[in-house]
């Protein structure tokens, strides 16, 4: 089933398949790699004290859901435009939001910001879920968050974090990088509690896709595939020239800088993980002294690629 996918997208000229994996064991053995993770966020609300800004010159609002899901795309579209790793959501994406509780997690509530032009900006999904214990009383959920600008997503948290009669706001599915942390007097309110993957890469035609990436800085190195029993035209030795107007990626016959699995250039195609940490798993071998260094700067990102709904 999956060498069928892997033939139908290359047909469709599709040089990259992405996934979100139920379990980290299976898809590795297809080729597949960790391209994007996500944090589960917990922050003290007593802590969270804002460092000084320029006053929000928009307006927040709570609306209802029928907004709400008219404002998600609006929102949506820009950021994905600016975030590596984010994906186009499907028509119906949005569809299912509702003013209705959800047993007794409470009602979804929705959070927007508009610019002073009355742009809408930034938007939240939160919750205020009903505890029948003391401890988990007063603990706000924020299920989606997303703001185009630094000013609308400075004031969606500082009016999430300031709720009446909450403790704890958690936020799930947040990004390894949250600007948030930068924005407060104690950086350590603003707790990670737990990580996990959540977009999953491969590379289909490894020599389409590395020229068809953005890179930040001019480079040529050279990279060998060893091995790919359900991509094997993947196999080979590539040369990477990022200079010029457009990178290429064309097969050579020498010695590489580095040899990769499958993996490991799957996962660094995104930009969000450690050249250095998949060289120290032996992921990467390299065959000069600086290698590994060259391939940590050709791919690396700021900020981290990120995809915020899993599919």
């Given amino acids: 089933?999956?060498?069928?996918?892997?033939?139908?997208?290359?047909?469709?000229?599709?040089?990259?398949?992405?996934?979100?994996?139920?379990?980290?064991?299976?898809?590795?053995?297809?080729?597949?790699?960790?391209?994007?993770?996500?944090?589960?966020?917990?922050?003290?609300?007593?802590?969270?004290?804002?460092?000084?800004?320029?006053?929000?010159?928009?307006?927040?609002?709570?609306v209802d859901a029928t907004v709400a899901r008219s404002v998600w795309p609006e929102v949506h579209r820009p950021v994905r435009a600016n975030r590596v790793g984010e994906l186009r959501p499907l028509a119906s994406h949005w569809s299912s939001l509702s003013d209705s509780a959800a047993g007794t997690s409470g009602p979804l509530r929705f959070l927007i910001h508009r610019s002073a032009e009355g742009v809408a900006d930034g938007i939240a999904n939160f919750r205020l879920p009903w505890s029948a214990t003391e401890r988990d009383a007063g603990t706000l959920i924020i299920e989606a968050l997303e703001a185009t600008d630094s000013?609308?997503?400075?004031?969606?948290?500082?009016?999430?974090?300031?709720?009446?009669?909450?403790?704890?706001?958690?936020?799930?599915?947040?990004?390894?990088?949250?600007?948030?942390?930068?924005?407060?007097?104690?950086?350590?309110?603003?707790?990670?509690t737990r990580q996990s993957d959540n977009l999953w890469a491969r590379l289909l035609d490894v020599p389409t896709a590395l020229a068809g990436r953005a890179y930040a800085n001019e480079e040529s190195i050279t990279l060998r595939i060893p091995d790919d029993p359900m991509c094997p035209q993947n196999v080979g030795t590539w040369e990477l020239k990022t200079r010029g107007q457009r990178p290429t990626c064309v097969p050579v016959d020498r010695v590489p800088d580095a040899v990769l699995s499958i993996q490991a250039i799957s996962s660094l195609f995104f930009g969000g993980v450690s050249a250095h940490d998949l060289a120290y798993a032996g992921q990467i071998k390299a065959n000069s002294l600086d290698a590994v260094d060259r391939i940590s700067r050709l791919f690396s990102i700021d900020p981290l690629p990120h995809n915020s709904f899993g599919f």
């Fill in 1 to 62: 089933m999956m060498q069928a996918m892997f033939v139908s997208a290359l047909e469709r000229s599709e040089p990259l398949a992405m996934l979100s994996a139920s379990e980290g064991s299976i898809y590795g053995r297809f080729g597949f790699s960790v391209a994007t993770y996500r944090s589960r966020l917990e922050i003290g609300r007593h802590e969270a004290e804002f460092l000084p800004a320029p006053a929000d010159t928009g307006s927040l609002e709570l």
């Fill in 151 to 192: 000013q609308a997503y400075r004031a969606l948290w500082q009016l999430l974090l300031d709720f009446d009669l909450t403790r704890t706001v958690v936020a799930p599915g947040r990004p390894r990088q949250e600007p948030l942390t930068w924005m407060l007097t104690n950086p350590r309110a603003v707790r990670v």
